[in-house]
């Protein structure tokens, strides 16, 4: 079970990840508008689809980050003795038995 501080640091250090690729991205467009050689917009072609695919897991990890929050020890300690005895005889895990509550 993570806690909210593991979480904080993913998020961070994903963020920062993503500001770089946006930047990446930036200068790869500028390029692109340059005189280039015949091999170099090839190159180009293939670093943008590289920052991409890039961009699409940073993009997965920041949304895997919050919904494991919704499943930390924190999340976790906020449930009463009776609530999370139920979970476990109902065999959910945190999240499930937080959308459980919410559909009540």
Known sequence: M???ETLDRVDGQYRDRQEHLDLFA???????A???SSEQPTSIEGLMRDVEAAQVAVDGVLSLSAELREGTIERVMELSDMEIGLMKMLGMTPVQFKALKKRR
């Open 2 to 4: 993570l806690d909210d």
């Open 34 to 36: 340059l005189e280039l």
């Open 26 to 32: 930036e200068q790869l467009r500028r390029w692109q």
